[in-house]
């Protein structure tokens, strides 16, 4: 049978270890609930950062719309009414003709391709073209202005059974294959220039790559390296990997690989 003594140690002993036990339950309940304020607050900032970028890219997609459409409107139909006012001038300063009729039938189909051009820019060049058109189509037509404008050799290649994504996936995705492509033309003196894309059920690949001067991407240039830091961002929103390979007079490659989610 138990002394006295023996129940009051057993007693006290107990009441220490239950103590410690509490301590310990308090301790992990207390890390846990710092783990949780920290993740939460990591995801707060995740999230502010996520829908602040899509903004700035919502807005830089705006802007480079309005200078293709400021461009299209100075190459194309700028030229075509400056022409087809140099033609009117001649009519009217010399008798009526053969040739006048013959300068008034070009002005009038001029007119009608200004018109056309117009229309064309408008439809083209809406703020709704990537949402309407999806990716493949618009960076399509982004390397068909590019053939027109600067005579540039691109092309497009996509593999795999296309599909769309997140709409805000495919405005990241078209803004960093843009600050790849401006990057090439830009910077890089490039003569051919090719996208790829493809479609894997679990994984999306984008790939941009020139034949230009080629870079070290450790030590390039401010302008060159506010692009390369865009489009690295851009890929760490979506949750992608990113690799750049660019070697002195090999050209550049830029791979974007993305887990697709069914």
């Given amino acids: 049978m138990l002394s006295n003594s023996h129940i009051i140690q057993f007693m006290i002993y107990g009441a220490l270890g239950f103590s410690l036990l509490l301590s310990a339950i308090v301790y992990m309940l207390i890390v846990h609930n710092k783990r949780r304020y920290l993740y939460m607050a990591e995801k707060k900032e995740m999230e502010y950062q996520y829908h602040n970028e899509l903004l700035n890219t919502q807005i830089e997609l705006q802007e480079h719309l309005l200078n293709q459409v400021s461009q299209e409107i100075h190459d ?10 140099v033609h009117l001038y ?3 300063n010399q008798p009526a003709n053969e040739r006048s009729v013959e300068l008034l039938n070009t002005s009038a189909a001029l007119l009608d391709k200004a018109i056309d051009d117009l229309r064309n820019i408008s439809h083209t060049q809406s703020a709704t073209i990537l949402q309407r058109l999806g990716l493949k189509e618009t960076i399509s037509k982004e390397l068909d202005y590019l053939r027109a404008l600067r005579k540039q050799t691109c092309g497009l290649e996509v593999t795999g059974n296309y599909y769309s994504l997140l709409p805000e996936q495919e405005l990241f995705i078209y ?3 843009q600050e790849a492509i401006n990057n090439s033309i830009k910077h890089a003196d490039c003569t051919v220039l090719k ?3 493809n479609f894997e059920p679990d994984m999306f690949t984008l790939v941009v790559s020139d034949n230009g001067a080629g870079f070290d991407t450790e030590s390039a240039s401010s302008s060159q390296g506010i692009g390369i830091a865009h489009m690295r961002q851009r890929a760490k929103l979506l949750r992608a990997e990113l690799d750049i390979q660019s ?6 490659i830029v791979t974007l690989q993305m887990p697709v989610r069914p």
Wanted: a positive charge; proline letters at 0%; zero cysteines.
């Fill in 76 to 85: 194309n139909v700028g030229q075509v009414l400056s022409l087809v006012k």
């Fill in 90 to 92: 001649s009519v009217g």
């Fill in 175 to 177: 803004r960093l294959a």
């Fill in 195 to 197: 996208v790829k894309m």
């Fill in 247 to 252: 070697q002195h007079r090999k050209g550049t």
